[in-house]
């Protein structure tokens, strides 16, 4: 009985890790970070440097 309460654990337990995964994946990169609301250097990589380029005024 203890081997099925165990098994039934054990895959219970891989499919909510699964199911995070996923779910998480689906997000993209940064948007699944638990730092992307205070990290500004790791998704900068992910930017088009064009986009962040200061330009001067005319």
């Not at 203890?2 to 039934?8: E, F």
Request: proline share 3%; hydrophobic share 40%.
């Amino acid at each position: 009985m203890i081997d099925i309460i165990l098994g039934a654990l054990l895959f219970s337990y891989a499919g909510w890790t699964l199911y995070r995964f996923v779910k998480k994946s689906r997000k993209g990169a940064c948007a699944s970070c638990s730092q992307n609301k205070s990290c500004s250097a790791a998704c900068s990589a992910f930017q088009n440097p064009a986009d962040t380029e200061k330009k001067a005024p005319v």
